[in-house]
């Protein structure tokens, strides 16, 4: 079970940090990662860290978001920074049981996802 939290709403230029709590199931040997999905739009990889904490980043938030875990504690977090309009959406915490060994860096590109959480919104006004 994955349970994220930290959403909220912010100016432009502000920053959140959500978090991912993992029970039920050590997830330390998954690929985990964080997906967003806008109104209208499909559901995106934003960020994805592996077993051996090698992380991996969409173009659009690049040098602004840094996904961390805490192995001891089973939470996953998403610092998110210069937060942009555009960044607003719904993200979702998910684990993937193998696809960052198959694919290396571009593995958010063809996620495997076997458990997701319910969603945080996170809404940037201008």
């Known amino acids: 079970q994955l349970e994220e939290s930290g959403g909220g709403s912010v100016q432009a230029g502000g920053s959140l940090r959500l978090s991912c709590v993992a029970s039920?199931?050590?997830?330390?040997?998954?690929?985990m990662a964080w997906f967003r999905q806008a109104p209208g739009k499909e559901r995106e990889g934003v960020a994805g860290?592996?077993?051996?904490?090698?992380?991996t980043y969409a173009d659009a938030v690049r040098s602004r978001f840094t996904m961390s875990k805490d192995n001891v504690k089973n939470i996953f977090y998403l610092q998110m920074n210069n937060l942009k309009p555009e960044d607003t959406a719904i993200y979702y915490c998910a684990a993937d049981p193998s696809t960052c060994r198959q694919y290396g860096d571009s593995w958010l590109s063809h996620p495997a996802v076997t458990v997701w959480g319910q969603g945080t919104q996170v809404t940037v006004s201008s």
């Open positions: 039920g199931y050590l997830y330390t040997a998954y690929c």
């Open positions: 860290i592996t077993s051996t904490l090698r992380t």
